[in-house]
């Protein structure tokens, strides 16, 4: 009572919160519960197409019977070192040639001479598939895991390359003469305000270049291996034991999905000014 009136001669109104309601809680929740109906839609379709004999079993099977091959796939004695080995290959892959493109990019944003001389070779790099790479990578760096982190690589070179590229010339022209102005050094300006200003456009082209990563590790155990989630993949195909290669596919699109979080995370983290700037812009 007696803080109420110290309130009120204060001036200060007492605000009562809105009791929240079931349907203010759906509004502001409904694509979640929209991700959850669609999936349930999915696997109910799903379900059915394979119980009713629509499409059969032996291409399409049940997701009950996937769910039952997840134990066996997973407690198969050397699936932790199949695991282990794709994992790897696709950091180690992942790590080689975000640094090249990283390092190519920022050399042709600073010298023109460079990127007119090497950029259509870059170029016509990029244009071949990486697929038909695969059977080369083999016949250089063999069967073991030094072909797969090439192929890796190759996938990991470009999206970074370009998006460092891009992110560096995008600096405004105003904070360049500013930086002029104070006399900073081409280090000093690198370093405070292009290489920020192109992070977030450089954490695009890595969540891009760690899918393709994946998929060309994928690729190369395909083609040769006796290692790795590809071989496991194709083993299980070979052998028609069709919801143990669901199992597989299902936990290298996981794996996938957890690195692309991960990059997702470093992003938020370390680039948290752009954050900020969203906080800011919605307060106003």
Same mark, same amino acid.
């Given at each position: 009572?007696?803080?109420?009136?110290?309130?009120?001669?204060?001036?200060?109104?007492?605000?009562?919160?809105?009791?929240?309601?079931?349907?203010?809680?759906?509004?502001?929740?409904?694509?979640?519960?929209?991700?959850?109906?669609?999936?349930?839609?999915?696997?109910?379709?799903?379900?059915?197409?394979?119980?009713?004999?629509?499409?059969?079993?032996?291409?399409?099977?049940?997701?009950?019977?996937?769910?039952?091959?997840?134990?066996?796939?997973?407690?198969?004695?050397?699936?932790?070192?199949?695991?282990?080995?794709? &994992?790897?290959?696709?950091?180690?892959?992942?790590?080689?040639?975000?640094?090249?493109?990283?390092?190519?990019?920022?050399?042709?944003?600073?010298?023109?001479?460079?990127?007119?001389?090497?950029?259509?070779?870059? &170029?016509?790099?990029?244009?071949?598939?990486?697929?038909?790479?695969?059977?080369?990578?083999?016949?250089?760096?063999?069967?073991?895991?030094?072909?797969?982190?090439?192929?890796?690589?190759?996938?990991?070179?470009?999206?970074?390359?370009?998006?460092?590229?891009?992110?560096?010339? &995008?600096?405004?022209?105003?904070?360049?003469?500013?930086?002029?102005?104070?006399?900073?050094?081409?280090?000093?300006?690198?370093?405070?305000?292009?290489?920020?200003?192109?992070?977030?456009?450089?954490?695009?082209?890595?969540?891009?270049?760690?899918?393709?990563?994946?998929?060309?590790?994928?690729?190369?155990?395909?083609?040769?291996?006796?290692?790795?989630?590809?071989?496991?993949?194709?083993?299980?195909?070979?052998?028609?034991?069709?919801?143990?290669?669901?199992?597989?596919?299902?936990?290298?699109?996981?794996?996938?999905?957890?690195?692309?979080?991960?990059?997702?995370?470093?992003?938020?983290?370390?680039?948290?000014?752009?954050?900020?700037?969203?906080?800011?812009?919605?307060?106003?």
């Amino acid at each position: 009572m007696v803080e109420a009136g110290l309130n009120r001669e204060a001036g200060t109104p007492q605000r009562k919160e809105a009791p929240r309601t079931l349907g203010a809680h759906l509004r502001k929740n409904h694509h979640y519960y929209l991700s959850v109906l669609l999936f349930i839609a999915f696997l109910t379709t799903w379900h059915l197409l394979s119980a009713l004999g629509i499409v059969h079993e032996i291409i399409l099977p049940r997701p009950s019977a996937i769910a039952m091959a997840f134990p066996e796939v997973i407690e198969h004695p050397l699936f932790k070192w199949h695991m282990t080995f794709t &994992l790897l290959s696709i950091l180690v892959g992942f790590f080689f040639g975000g640094g090249i493109g990283f390092a190519l990019g920022v050399l042709f944003a600073f010298s023109e001479r460079w990127r007119k001389t090497l950029y259509p070779y870059v &170029l016509g790099f990029q244009s071949t598939p990486r697929v038909i790479l695969a059977p080369l990578m083999i016949a250089w760096f063999g069967f073991g895991p030094e072909s797969k982190i090439a192929q890796a690589t190759i996938g990991c070179f470009f999206p970074v390359f370009l998006n460092t590229l891009v992110g560096l010339a &995008l600096v405004e022209e105003n904070a360049l003469k500013l930086m002029r102005s104070l006399r900073a050094t081409p280090w000093q300006t690198f370093r405070m305000l292009r290489f920020p200003y192109a992070l977030p456009t450089i954490f695009a082209g890595l969540k891009v270049s760690l899918t393709f990563a994946t998929i060309g590790v994928i690729v190369a155990e395909f083609v040769a291996t006796e290692y790795g989630l590809g071989y496991e993949l194709t083993r299980y195909h070979v052998e028609l034991a069709i919801p143990q290669m669901y199992a597989v596919i299902i936990i290298v699109g996981l794996l996938g999905l957890v690195l692309y979080l991960g990059i997702e995370w470093l992003d938020k983290k370390i680039v948290f000014w752009r954050a900020e700037d969203d906080v800011q812009s919605k307060l106003r």
